[in-house]
């Protein structure tokens, strides 16, 4: 019998609006990773989530639970640069790097991507 393919979640996370972030976007990749409904989740912070998540302290706690539920957030560097979100991502434990690529290269991989 063939191994199965592991099940990848690319969660690409681009807007401000606190409600969806909470609703959403990080209670649906916290509760996947909690229920294994995926065997890895990936939060990419793009764009305005970043401010978003760089500066309201309830985001920043969900964004924390998720990362402890076994969430993995990066976030795209030069979005960082550009929106002076750097260090604070940083201090959340956010990997902050240039994203174009790793976004290229996960759609070309055919696995999970999600977009809000």
């Known amino acids: ?31 996947s990773c909690l229920h294994g409904w995926w065997d890895e989740v990936v939060l990419l912070l793009w764009g305005a989530a970043q401010r978003l998540a760089a500066e309201d302290a309830d985001i920043q706690a969900l964004l924390a639970a998720a990362k402890n539920a076994g969430v993995r957030p990066i976030a795209c560097l030069a979005c960082a640069r550009n929106m002076g979100t750097l260090e604070a991502l940083q201090a959340m434990g956010v990997e902050v790097f240039y994203t174009g690529q790793f976004l290229s290269d996960w759609l070309k991989s055919g696995d999970q991507v999600l977009s809000v």
């Not at 401000?16 to 959403?24: P, R, V």
Request: charged share 20%; proline share 6%; net charge neutral.
């Open 1 to 31: 019998m063939p191994e199965a393919k592991p099940t990848r979640l690319l969660l690409l996370w681009t807007t401000d609006n606190k409600e969806t972030a909470a609703n959403m976007v990080l209670m649906y990749t916290t509760n």
